[in-house]
């Protein structure tokens, strides 16, 4: 099975939007996690100097800090081979008094990359490092999960990232479609927004992938009917996401 990679980068300053994101991750992590498994991990370390980052413009193009709190999630897409699954929703928060002079770095989207990991790069300044936070977060995805990178990116983009960069071939892949889609939803009044109406409706638009027969995962009742309770645009998204991610195309592992 074949790679493709992917790369998402951006900012979101506000410690209250950066908690709902990683409170709405997890629970699709955990909602999802049957079909994909796809698992979460809540992220709030205070990391200690030397943590190296990328401040173009210093010499060299980097710096190293120390008592930097990244805060977020942590979503880890289980394959079979040694390639890069992690999709990092996490944030700088705070760095140390010490590095006032440098540019804000509050809010930027990281990759906290360890030692070993350090080693995977060329930059000999990075390999050299014990601790670099990347200032993006890049995958090595399987051909078959193409579209499920999208569709999770233009979501984080359109209910909580707006300056949400992410590339697969192209940039803001779906996005556009996305958000025509949600504005569509948006239009019905709250009690006649259906979460399984958004599905056939998105699927029917982005002319999406069948569902396999190897694949009978489906969004239950007590979900769906939560989701259609609250009635919200982003309500009805997360369960339609929750919905098709469940029952998203994949290679049978054998």
């Given at each position: 099975?074949?790679?493709?990679?992917?790369?998402?980068?951006?900012?979101?300053?506000?410690?209250?939007?950066?908690e709902r994101l990683a409170s709405r991750l997890?629970?699709?992590?955990?909602?999802?996690?049957?079909?994909?498994?796809?698992?979460?991990?809540?992220?709030?370390?205070?990391?200690?100097?030397?943590?190296?980052?990328?401040?173009?413009?210093?010499?060299?193009?980097?710096?190293?800090?120390?008592?930097?709190?990244?805060?977020?999630?942590?979503?880890?897409?289980?394959?079979?081979?040694?390639?890069?699954?992690?999709?990092?929703?996490?944030?700088?928060?705070?760095?140390?008094?010490?590095?006032?002079?440098?540019?804000?770095?509050?809010?930027?989207?990281?990759?906290?990359?360890?030692?070993?990991?350090?080693?995977?790069?060329?930059?000999?300044?990075?390999?050299?490092?014990?601790?670099?936070?990347?200032?993006?977060?890049?995958?090595?995805?399987?051909?078959?999960?193409?579209?499920?990178?999208?569709?999770?990116?233009?979501?984080?983009?359109?209910?909580?990232?707006?300056?949400?960069?992410?590339?697969?071939?192209?940039?803001?892949?779906?996005?556009?479609?996305?958000?025509?889609?949600?504005?569509?939803?948006?239009?019905?009044?709250?009690?006649?927004?259906?979460?399984?109406?958004?599905?056939?409706g998105w699927i029917e638009m982005t002319k999406?992938?069948?569902?396999?027969?190897?694949?009978?995962?489906?969004?239950?009742?007590?979900?769906?009917?939560?989701?259609?309770?609250?009635?919200?645009?982003?309500?009805?998204?997360?369960?339609?996401?929750?919905?098709?991610?469940?029952?998203?195309?994949?290679?049978?592992?054998?």
């Open positions: 099975m074949g790679s493709v990679h992917t790369l998402s980068s951006g900012r979101l300053p506000n410690a209250a939007a950066q997890a629970f699709i992590g955990e909602a999802v996690s049957p079909a994909l498994d796809l698992k979460h991990k809540r992220v709030d370390v205070t990391l200690p100097a030397p943590v190296l980052v990328r401040v173009p413009g210093t010499e060299g193009d980097f710096a190293e800090i120390g008592d930097v709190r990244v805060v977020g999630t942590e979503l880890e897409l289980a394959d079979f081979r040694r390639d890069k699954h992690r999709f990092a929703f996490t944030f700088i928060r705070s760095i140390g008094n010490d590095h006032l002079k440098l540019p804000d770095m509050s809010g930027t989207l990281v990759t906290i990359e360890d030692e070993t990991e350090c080693k995977l790069y060329k930059s000999p300044r990075i390999r050299a490092a014990s601790c670099y936070l990347a200032d993006h977060s890049t995958q090595l995805l399987r051909y078959d999960l193409e579209l499920e990178y999208d569709l999770i990116m233009a979501y984080v983009r359109r209910f909580f990232m707006p300056g949400l960069q992410y590339w697969r071939y192209r940039p803001l892949g779906h996005s556009l479609e996305y958000r025509h889609w949600t504005n569509q939803i948006g239009k019905l009044p709250p009690n006649e927004r259906r979460v399984q109406s958004a599905v056939e999406w992938p069948a569902i396999t027969e190897w694949h009978p995962c489906v969004l239950d009742d007590e979900l769906r009917l939560k989701f259609e309770a609250e009635g919200t645009v982003e309500a009805i998204a997360t369960g339609a996401l929750v919905a098709l991610l469940r029952r998203a195309h994949r290679e049978r592992l054998e």
